[in-house]
């Protein structure tokens, strides 16, 4: 077998690299040969890297194969190399342009770190998505559900919704945009919150703002004790509509409520997501309500 044969056959795995070697202990070409190949299966691009630095690399690893000992190969030899450094190069492109999701599903809770060492906790039923930061002038985050953000200082941070934006440098705030809701509590720094439409509102640390029949509110102190409370499970409500409290159920604790009641109520308390009975006695006995699990189901009397 001639050394063409020899290492079409090693590549499309018909012969092991073993018996390749002994194959070609005495011819110093052949063996170059193996090194340049296996060379180049072996180029790996690490998730942080820049397109550049990946492409640096690349173009140094070629650099040093073109100064290997040149050896007469068929262009099927040639072509599978130059497919294989094809693939990496394509392959690196979308590793850095995909964004990477992050979704904490109903009943859970997610704790992230971002690639600039900023962290984030999910609530339930949330996800984040970002790009590759150190390609942005602005550090992007796209969020859907709600999110409490601690951002390390550096350039422009944002925050993305369905709802509207908020602009930080550095600092910590919860942000909930769920539906047509805009909830955001500013810990420590400041942010700019602007709506779809244009509307802004610029937060203290410890000043909130939500969006009401269609406007932000001017910025109010808020509790912190209750405000982002579901950090440690514990939900608090004010007169809410018993159904939005229930929707809340549903995601902490990924049940389905099925309550049919066409009376009015609300529901001033809280509960806290360690617990499904105790949140649910909390919930409906006040109201006089009884309730009835069936597996994943509660039905509500």
């Known amino acids: 077998m001639n050394r063409e044969e020899l290492i079409k056959e090693w590549i499309a795995g018909r012969l092991s690299t073993e018996d390749l070697d002994k194959k070609i202990k005495d011819d110093i070409e052949l063996a170059n040969l193996k090194k340049v190949i296996s060379t180049s299966s072996e180029l790996d691009v690490p998730k942080k890297r820049t397109k550049e630095e990946a492409w640096n690399l690349l173009s140094s690893r070629i650099e040093t194969k073109e100064q290997s000992r040149s050896v007469n190969l068929n262009p099927y030899v040639l072509l599978s190399i130059a497919a294989s450094l094809t693939l990496i190069v394509v392959a690196s492109y979308f590793i850095f342009t ?4 992050v979704t904490a599903p109903k009943g859970q809770h997610i704790s992230h770190i971002l690639p600039d ?3 984030v906790w999910l609530n339930a039923d949330s996800e984040i998505s970002y790009g590759n930061f150190s390609e942005q002038e602005t550090r992007t985050v796209n969020l859907t559900g709600e999110a409490y953000f601690d951002v390390k200082s ?5 925050v993305k919704g369905p709802n509207g934006t908020v602009r930080v440098l550095g600092t910590s705030f919860n ?3 769920r539906d047509d809701v805009l909830e955001v509590s500013c810990f420590r720094g400041s942010v700019e919150v602007r709506g ?9 640390a410890g000043e909130a703002t939500r969006k ?3 406007t932000l509110t001017t910025p109010a102190k808020f509790n912190s004790e209750k405000q982002a409370s579901w950090l440690t499970g514990d939900f608090y409500f004010e007169s809410m509509p018993l159904e939005k409290v229930l929707v809340e159920l549903e995601r902490q604790f990924n049940v389905e409520i099925i309550y049919n009641d066409q009376v009015p109520r609300t529901y001033t ?4 997501n360690a617990d499904l009975d105790e949140a649910l006695q909390l919930i409906f006995e006040p109201m006089s309500l009884t309730y009835k699990k069936e597996g994943n189901k509660i039905y509500v009397q």
């Open 196 to 204: 779809n439409d244009g509307q802004s509102r610029t937060l203290k």
């Open 269 to 272: 308390g809280y509960f806290n």
């Open 117 to 119: 060492g900023s962290q």
């Open 175 to 177: 942000v909930n945009q």
């Open 154 to 158: 550096g350039g422009i941070f944002e």
């Open 98 to 101: 995909l964004p990477e999701t």
């Open 212 to 214: 009401e029949h269609g």
